[in-house]
């Protein structure tokens, strides 16, 4: 499905990885290379980043080539062990956060095709030719540290590569590592002396003008800048400017150990994904236009009586791009914009004139009914009136100058920016102002049809929540904290299975959270990420993950190479069994959920049961038949022990612990996922939830536990009754998932994506029925619903087509495999083997 900005090109492959392709148009050959002189290059004028005269522009694209190989399968380069090219930095740098600049400056007589591999601490940004050509680095950890491969072909002439670096440190988003400040940039030994650091004569110099203070309240973001033009020093990505000084060398590049087994700062290894989307935002409108007497707006409610309709028109004509705004001397002006959708994206913001004034902008994702921090009751998200404008954002200071082009180190989210004017005693133009989305390129290749009005209108919520939570990892949440939980990670790869055939996020999910593993065993909560914390079962959901990873997709070295892992992982469980036979929940943060995590805890004991059995599985899958007995022999001996320690006979329900009364929905989804409830509970413990009497409802990440829980014992009722959650979501004005039940921080959690999943493998009821999808299983389950349509994309190709419709008692339809897939058609009144092609039922 299509968010309406257009398409983000071509999709590679699935299991592809990024290898990016820069070309200039070709010339001829000839003459020699040669240094450049020190003339800087002539500067075309602003708001747009300028092209040297005749050059075109850029163009980036993706090439094949796999995520995370075996060491003997990656590429020649990263096998080198040492690179030919060292990290360089600029001198004297002070601590972060800064904001630095590289320069090289060359002549070449010939024209000059290479291969540059480039990478940076923290983050670039890499100019040719005063032209942006990409951002980087991919975000990972210290031991697989992204780096972004170029093919890029020079013509004969003078040329010039900038980057532009962020050094943040501790005011960088959390889930950014960082050894120290320092850039790369790797050519081919031929080319080494002429491009590479420690090589080239790369100079460097501190980027003035930069501010930057604490978050307001977000905490795992970036830092808010102020950006000051009488301090920039504009041009520099032409290079441009003084005080450019040569670099300092530091340590050789290397993608393993180095010599006498020591390890370098950074394994790097070749980027995995496909460049960001990057394009304009094209929706949007003006809600409100006001003067204002103070910069503190936090505290003033919007009110339409203080609306400037007079000034609408122009507001709306810049935000369209169709003509500038000018703010008068001695003016403040309070401008709220709707983007109608929710947005991650580089704001620009080009000015004329404005000495002494400022323009801020800020985002939200909502407005609230409070002007508190903590206070998150937002009401219906599509109003704004008597709400107030709680966000965070950043702050340009014109210097009078014409034209200045004002961008971000980082990009903005939400549905709402609130831009706010200052003039002095000079008059300030806004010529241009542009959102550039960035993202993950995740799109929707499958299709499907509920045939429900209201379960149909929460995809375009859906689907949209999912891509702004998918960058260069997942993330939770992009306004809050930008870091990639397991428990979310875990449904947002189910999600991203249904959609797309792409698997390269998923994968990397995978690998970056087994390589968090501490010495317990036990994965990071979130990793990639600076400051490390432990989520006990979140570590056994990440071995769901990889089952379930293993039967969506066919990667069966990549799973078997994960797989000791998940062994880790279950030891650090099954070493806790005390004398009693029940385990104590590992050390970490133990209050994530609506019930007892810590210390003796249903949660833990029936989550690590239905683990347990998907671990048996994934070894059986990949050939360890002795492990797989080993798992269910625990599983048998601790589930009777699990149902004697936390049933309540009154009640028919497993309590959250022993001492506990609480009971939870959470509990009794893992207790009938795990496959061991004894079959004289099962069925009171379906009538309790059906009933909900006393039980803690589960959120907005564990209802989807709860779906597959319905699912499993066909109560269509509390499954479609579930599914209100989402309703009500859309019908507040939302257009993504929220974080949890009101009142939510978070307007835009994809572990609330999940019904979109559900669509698929429930309703439809499509699901892999053996390792890699080599063959499939189809047990629908409308309940209510009069019919149901849809077509799966298959991760081998073609795709899996199912129509339904109900007569009566009876369920009608038709089926369509693709090319040598087999499967099984599950119905109330029985089964039927499922050839390739098409079967009618």
Same mark, same amino acid.
């Given at each position: 499905?299509?968010?309406?900005?257009?398409?983000?090109?071509?999709?590679?492959?699935?299991?592809?990885?990024?290898?990016?392709?820069?070309?200039?148009?070709?010339?001829?050959? /000839?003459?020699?290379?040669?240094?450049?002189?020190?003339?800087?290059?002539?500067?075309?004028?602003?708001?747009?980043?300028?092209? &040297?005269?005749?050059?075109?522009?850029? =163009?980036?694209?993706?090439?094949?080539?796999?995520?995370?190989?075996?060491?003997?399968?990656?590429?020649?380069?990263?096998?080198?062990?040492?690179?030919?090219?060292?990290?360089?930095?600029?001198?004297?740098?002070?601590?972060?956060?800064?904001?630095?600049?590289?320069?090289?400056?060359?002549?070449?007589?010939?024209?000059?095709?290479?291969?540059?591999?480039? #990478?940076?601490?923290?983050?670039?940004?890499?100019?040719?030719?005063?032209?942006?050509?990409?951002?980087?680095?991919?975000?990972?950890?210290?031991? #697989?540290?992204?780096?972004?491969?170029?093919?890029?072909?020079?013509?004969?002439?003078?040329?010039?590569?900038?980057?532009?670096? !962020?050094?943040?440190?501790?005011?960088?988003?959390?889930?950014?590592?960082?050894?120290?400040?320092?850039?790369?940039?790797?050519?081919?030994?031929?080319?080494?002396?002429?491009?590479?650091?420690?090589?080239?004569? !790369?100079?460097?110099?501190?980027?003035?003008?930069?501010?930057?203070?604490?978050?307001?309240?977000?905490?795992?973001?970036?830092?808010?800048?102020?950006?000051?033009?009488?301090?920039?020093?504009?041009?520099?990505?032409?290079?441009?400017?003084?005080?450019?000084?040569?670099?300092?060398?530091?340590?050789?590049?290397?993608? &393993?150990?180095?010599?006498?087994?020591?390890?370098?700062? +950074?394994?790097?290894?070749?980027?995995?994904?496909?460049?960001?989307?990057?394009?304009?935002?094209?929706?949007?409108?003006?809600?409100?236009?006001?003067?204002?007497?103070?910069?503190?707006?936090? $505290?003033?409610?919007?009110?339409?009586?203080?609306?400037?309709?007079?000034?609408?028109?122009?507001?709306?004509?810049?935000?369209?791009?169709?003509?500038?705004?000018?703010?008068?001397?001695?003016?403040?002006?309070?401008?709220?914009?709707?983007?109608?959708?929710?947005?991650?994206?580089?704001?620009? *913001?080009?000015?004329?004139?404005?000495? /002494?004034?400022?323009?801020?902008?800020?985002?939200?994702?909502?407005?609230?009914?409070?002007?508190?921090?903590?206070?998150?009751?937002?009401?219906?998200?599509?109003?704004?009136?008597?709400?107030?404008?709680?966000?965070?954002?950043?702050?340009?200071?014109?210097?009078?100058?014409?034209?200045?082009?004002?961008?971000?180190?980082?990009?903005?989210?939400?549905?709402?920016?609130?831009?706010?004017?200052?003039?002095?005693?000079?008059?300030?133009?806004?010529? =241009?102002?542009?959102?550039?989305?960035?993202?993950?390129?995740?799109?929707?290749?499958?299709?499907?049809?509920? /045939?429900?009005?209201?379960?149909?209108?929460?995809?375009?919520?859906? *689907?949209?929540?999912?891509?702004?939570?998918?960058?260069?990892?997942?993330?939770?949440?992009?306004?809050?904290?930008?870091?990639?939980?397991?428990?979310?990670?875990?449904?947002?790869?189910?999600?991203?299975?249904?959609?797309?055939?792409?698997?390269?996020?998923?994968?990397?999910?995978?690998?970056?959270?087994?390589?968090?593993?501490?010495?317990?065993?036990?994965?990071?909560?979130?990793?990639?990420?600076?400051?490390?914390?432990?989520?006990?079962?979140? #570590?056994?959901?990440?071995?769901?993950?990889?089952?379930?990873?293993?039967?969506?997709?066919?990667?069966?070295?990549?799973?078997?190479?994960?797989?000791?892992?998940?062994?880790?992982?279950?030891?650090?469980?099954?070493?806790?069994?005390?004398?009693?036979?029940?385990?104590?929940?590992?050390?970490?943060? $133990?209050?994530?959920?609506?019930?007892?995590?810590?210390?003796?805890?249903?949660?833990?004991?029936?989550?690590?049961?239905?683990?347990?059995?998907?671990?048996?599985?994934?070894?059986?899958?990949?050939?360890?038949?002795?492990?797989?007995?080993?798992?269910?022999?625990?599983?048998?001996?601790?589930?009777?022990?699990?149902?004697?320690?936390? !049933?309540?006979?009154?009640?028919?329900?497993?309590?959250?612990?022993?001492?506990?009364?609480?009971?939870?929905?959470?509990?009794?989804?893992?207790?009938?996922?795990?496959?061991?409830?004894?079959?004289?509970?099962?069925?009171?413990?379906?009538?309790?939830?059906?009933?909900?009497?006393?039980?803690?409802?589960?959120?907005?990440?564990?209802?989807?536990?709860?779906?597959?829980?319905?699912?499993?014992?066909?109560?269509?009722?509390?499954?479609?009754?579930?599914?209100?959650?989402?309703?009500?979501?859309?019908?507040?004005?939302?257009?993504?998932?929220?974080?949890?039940?009101?009142?939510?921080? $978070?307007?835009?959690?994809?572990?609330?994506?999940?019904?979109?999943?559900?669509?698929?493998?429930?309703?439809?009821?499509? +699901?892999?029925?053996?390792?890699?999808?080599?063959?499939?299983?189809?047990?629908?389950?409308?309940?209510?619903?009069?019919?149901? $349509?849809?077509?799966?994309?298959?991760?081998?190709?073609?795709?899996?087509?199912?129509?339904?419709?109900?007569?009566?008692?009876?369920?009608?339809?038709?089926?369509?495999?693709?090319?040598?897939?087999?499967?099984?058609?599950?119905?109330?009144?029985?089964?039927?083997?499922?050839?390739?092609?098409?079967?009618?039922?």
């Amino acid at each position: 499905m299509s968010d309406g900005q257009g398409s983000s090109g071509p999709q590679p492959a699935a299991g592809v990885a990024r290898r990016t392709v820069l070309k200039l148009s070709a010339a001829a050959l /000839g003459g020699a290379v040669v240094p450049a002189g020190a003339t800087p290059l002539g500067r075309a004028p602003a708001p747009v980043v300028p092209e &040297r005269p005749g050059a075109p522009r850029p =163009r980036w694209t993706p090439q094949d080539s796999s995520p995370f190989p075996a060491f003997h399968e990656r590429t020649e380069w990263d096998r080198q062990g040492t690179w030919n090219a060292s990290w360089v930095r600029c001198p004297d740098l002070p601590r972060p956060p800064f904001v630095t600049a590289y320069r090289l400056r060359f002549e070449i007589g010939a024209r000059l095709e290479t291969v540059l591999r480039v #990478s940076a601490d923290e983050r670039y940004e890499l100019f040719l030719d005063g032209v942006r050509a990409g951002r980087g680095s991919e975000r990972g950890n210290l031991e #697989s540290w992204f780096y972004e491969t170029n093919e890029v072909t020079f013509e004969p002439g003078e040329h010039t590569l900038v980057a532009r670096v !962020w050094s943040l440190g501790p005011y960088a988003p959390i889930a950014q590592v960082t050894a120290g400040p320092g850039f790369l940039l790797a050519a081919p030994e031929e080319h080494e002396d002429l491009l590479s650091t420690g090589h080239a004569p !790369w100079e460097a110099k501190l980027l003035d003008g930069y501010a930057f203070e604490p978050p307001v309240y977000v905490w795992g973001l970036s830092t808010p800048m102020t950006l000051d033009a009488a301090r920039f020093p504009w041009g520099f990505e032409q290079g441009e400017g003084e005080g450019w000084r040569e670099v300092e060398v530091a340590e050789r590049a290397a993608s &393993r150990l180095l010599d006498y087994g020591i390890a370098p700062p +950074r394994y790097l290894r070749a980027g995995t994904l496909p460049p960001p989307v990057d394009r304009p935002w094209t929706k949007g409108r003006v809600r409100h236009v006001s003067p204002i007497d103070t910069l503190d707006t936090i $505290s003033l409610p919007v009110r339409s009586a203080e609306h400037l309709e007079s000034e609408e028109k122009s507001w709306t004509a810049l935000l369209a791009g169709t003509a500038p705004v000018t703010v008068p001397p001695r003016t403040r002006r309070r401008v709220i914009l709707d983007l109608e959708d929710y947005l991650c994206a580089y704001p620009e *913001v080009v000015t004329s004139g404005g000495a /002494g004034g400022r323009v801020r902008a800020r985002w939200a994702e909502a407005l609230r009914l409070e002007p508190e921090m903590w206070e998150f009751e937002k009401g219906n998200r599509d109003e704004i009136e008597g709400k107030f404008f709680f966000g965070m954002g950043d702050t340009f200071l014109p210097d009078g100058e014409a034209p200045r082009r004002f961008d971000t180190l980082w990009w903005a989210c939400g549905r709402y920016v609130e831009v706010v004017v200052e003039t002095q005693e000079d008059p300030l133009t806004l010529e =241009r102002l542009v959102f550039h989305e960035t993202r993950h390129p995740l799109e929707m290749e499958s299709e499907v049809t509920v /045939g429900d009005e209201k379960l149909d209108a929460l995809q375009p919520m859906l *689907v949209r929540g999912m891509q702004m939570c998918s960058h260069e990892t997942f993330f939770d949440c992009p306004y809050f904290e930008q870091m990639q939980y397991v428990g979310d990670a875990r449904l947002e790869a189910l999600v991203h299975y249904v959609m797309t055939r792409d698997d390269r996020l998923p994968r990397k999910a995978l690998y970056m959270i087994d390589d968090s593993r501490n010495a317990s065993g036990l994965t990071g909560s979130r990793p990639p990420v600076r400051q490390r914390q432990v989520i006990p079962w979140f #570590s056994l959901l990440y071995v769901g993950m990889l089952h379930e990873h293993a039967l969506w997709r066919d990667d069966p070295a990549f799973v078997g190479h994960l797989v000791p892992g998940a062994r880790a992982i279950l030891d650090a469980f099954l070493e806790r069994r005390g004398g009693d036979g029940l385990v104590r929940t590992p050390e970490g943060w $133990s209050d994530t959920e609506r019930t007892t995590e810590g210390g003796t805890s249903g949660l833990t004991h029936w989550l690590l049961l239905w683990t347990l059995g998907l671990a048996a599985e994934l070894e059986d899958m990949v050939g360890e038949p002795e492990v797989a007995q080993r798992y269910r022999r625990h599983a048998d001996e601790l589930a009777p022990l699990a149902d004697a320690a936390f !049933w309540d006979e009154r009640r028919a329900l497993y309590r959250d612990a022993p001492d506990h009364e609480d009971c939870s929905e959470l509990v009794q989804a893992f207790a009938v996922l795990s496959g061991r409830v004894p079959e004289g509970h099962q069925a009171r413990l379906a009538e309790a939830l059906v009933a909900g009497k006393d039980l803690r409802p589960a959120s907005v990440h564990g209802s989807y536990y709860v779906l597959e829980t319905a699912r499993a014992l066909g109560l269509a009722d509390l499954y479609f009754d579930r599914l209100q959650l989402w309703v009500d979501m859309r019908e507040r004005g939302l257009k993504t998932p929220q974080e949890s039940r009101e009142p939510t921080r $978070s307007d835009c959690h994809a572990w609330g994506s999940s019904p979109l999943f559900q669509f698929f493998a429930t309703i439809l009821g499509i +699901r892999p029925a053996a390792p890699g999808f080599r063959r499939v299983e189809i047990a629908p389950f409308l309940g209510p619903l009069p019919r149901a $349509s849809g077509r799966l994309v298959h991760p081998a190709g073609g795709e899996i087509v199912v129509d339904l419709r109900r007569e009566g008692e009876k369920l009608h339809g038709r089926v369509v495999l693709p090319e040598g897939v087999r499967g099984t058609l599950r119905l109330p009144d029985g089964t039927r083997e499922l050839p390739p092609g098409e079967s009618v039922f």
